[in-house]
């Protein structure tokens, strides 16, 4: 079974101006493929991402399942369309297609009570396996304000996946380094967290913790931003994961994200095809960790 950990779905009224015009910023450098005679918007090719198009996806990628990752930037700038409706979007969603999408929840820890209510709501109704949180809105996962939402996400036994990384536009990279969940990992030694994106320019700090904590584990997704133009760093930075990290990396895409520069497709059979690993660790890492952790 091939598992994709880290895809996203939603409608364009789930996302705040200012996080869209964020996420344009790394595609006007290749203005090539863009139309900037219309609005920028339109051309934006995750301005619509409904589930039928992720299955596509799949399909042609031969992808069995995908982990769904909300995105709550709801504190950064309020959207048309609300955290609640976003997750309740996703959960419905996936609804269509069990035994393909797999929902995690997405809700800043931010939000507290409110938070707590989201989460119970969704838990109570659909058992989601985890959440996906974003740090560089604007928190340091460790501050005590937000003792309350980890306690809760103890209880629940979820799969926690954090961004780590680069960040644009309003959003606080710094907040984003792996090195600011010691404090949580200490607190719930059992709480299982992905780092996302292998933890970008700070994947020293993910090796460095994964070391110490047992429960840390990465995915690799978004590293093909280096393809095609440098295809020996993303071959070079999966083969130093799996041997920090062995079975705690989790293969990931970030899609759709990184499509316009390099095809989710081609992405993938990257990963299957490439001598940087044993036949082991490569079923380990395009399904079995996952598969493991999700409890299928």
């Known amino acids: 079974m091939i598992i994709d950990g880290h895809v996203h779905m939603w409608l364009r009224p789930m996302y705040p101006d200012v996080i869209i015009n964020a996420y344009l910023e790394p595609w006007l450098a290749m203005s090539e493929f863009l139309d900037l005679s219309r609005d920028m918007e339109d051309n934006f090719p995750t301005s619509e991402v409904r589930p039928e198009l992720l299955l596509g996806y799949m399909n042609r990628a031969k992808v069995d399942r995908s982990v769904v990752l909300p995105l709550d930037f709801g504190l950064v700038q309020e959207p048309k369309a609300g955290v609640e409706a976003l997750n309740d979007w996703i959960f419905g969603s996936a609804q269509l297609y069990p035994d ?6 997405g809700i800043d820890p931010r939000r507290g009570e409110q938070a707590i209510r989201l989460m119970r709501k969704y838990h109570s109704q659909f058992e989601p396996r985890g959440i996906k949180v974003y740090p ?7 501050e005590e304000r937000l003792r309350p939402f980890w306690d809760e996400v103890r209880d629940m036994d979820l799969i926690v996946v954090s961004h780590a990384g680069a960040s644009w536009g309003p959003l606080d990279e710094e907040k984003g380094r792996p090195i600011h969940f010691k404090g949580v990992l200490e607190r719930y030694p059992d ?4 780092i996302a994106h292998l933890g970008g320019k700070y994947r020293a700090e993910t090796y460095e913790m994964a070391r110490e904590y047992e429960n840390l584990y990465t995915d690799c997704s978004a590293l093909q931003g280096w393809l095609p133009s440098d295809p020996g760093t993303a071959k070079d930075r999966l083969g130093e994961a799996l ?3 062995g079975d705690k990396v989790i293969f990931g895409s970030d899609w759709p994200l990184f499509d316009l520069a390099y095809p989710y497709e081609s992405w993938c059979a990257f990963v299957r095809e490439q001598a940087f690993c044993s036949e082991e660790q490569r079923e380990r890492l395009m399904g079995g960790t996952m598969q493991r952790l999700l409890g299928l």
Do not use: T
């Open 100 to 105: 393909k999408l797999i929902p995690f929840m």
């Open 136 to 142: 560089p809105n604007g928190f340091y996962p460790n």
């Open 191 to 194: 709480m299982k967290l992905i």
């Open 243 to 245: 041997a920090v990290m």
